[in-house]
Structure formats: C-alpha cells, structure tokens
C-alpha cells in the first residue's frame, strides 16, 4: 500500500487549505484513515482520524478541521479553515489495513501572521 498525499502550500492567517491522500495499491478499504502532523522540534501528533464509525481531532483543531473519505474509503481529506501560525507543520497521511499501517509522505503545511 502506497499513500500520497498532497494540498500543502502557503497561506495567511485566517485562510484556508485541502489536503488529500490517496491510497493505492490494495483492493480493500482502509480500516482507518488518519492525517497527523509535525512541527520543527516537536513530535509528531495526530490531528485527526476517521474510521467507519468513528471520527475525532485534536483538541485545538475542533471546529476548524474537518476529516472526510470518499465512498471507496481509501482517499482521506482535511479540509482546513482559520488557519493559525500553530498550525504550521508537515501534514501526514495515516493509514490502518489490518495489522498493518502506513505512512505517506509528508506536505508542508506553512501559515503566515
């Protein structure tokens, strides 16, 4: 299972971004997709996660992250609003297949004050 993200980019204070990763490579849904992120010299920490019937975020990105997947269960978004500096951060795609888990390549994620 390969995943590839992308949406990274740019952005003011306030704005807004959409990531999106895809995972190919296997004919079966992923039991869970997850975006985290990471910040220089902090660890990596989930942002949020979606599985069939579950869905949850950070704290401190509640109300302004929303976690989606498409109807073949194996693409993920984050669509993200109110952009802050502290939302800065490569972004990574997560995801769960089984006893196995995958990790994509990160997106660079920068938001300007």
């Known amino acids: 299972v390969q995943l590839q993200a992308s949406g990274g980019g740019l952005v003011q204070a306030g704005g807004s971004l959409r990531l999106s990763c895809i995972a190919s490579?296997?004919?079966?849904?992923?039991?869970?997709m997850a975006w985290y992120r990471q910040a220089p010299g902090k660890q990596r920490e989930m942002v949020a996660i979606r599985t069939e019937t579950h869905t949850d975020y950070k704290d401190s990105v509640k109300g302004r992250f929303t976690i989606s997947r498409d109807g073949d269960g194996n693409t993920v978004y984050l669509q993200m609003t109110n952009l802050q500096a502290e939302d800065t951060a490569v972004y990574y795609c997560h995801a769960w297949l089984g006893p196995r888990n995958y990790w994509g390549q990160g997106t660079q994620v920068t938001v300007s004050s």
């Open positions: 490579g296997t004919t079966y849904s992923m039991d869970a």
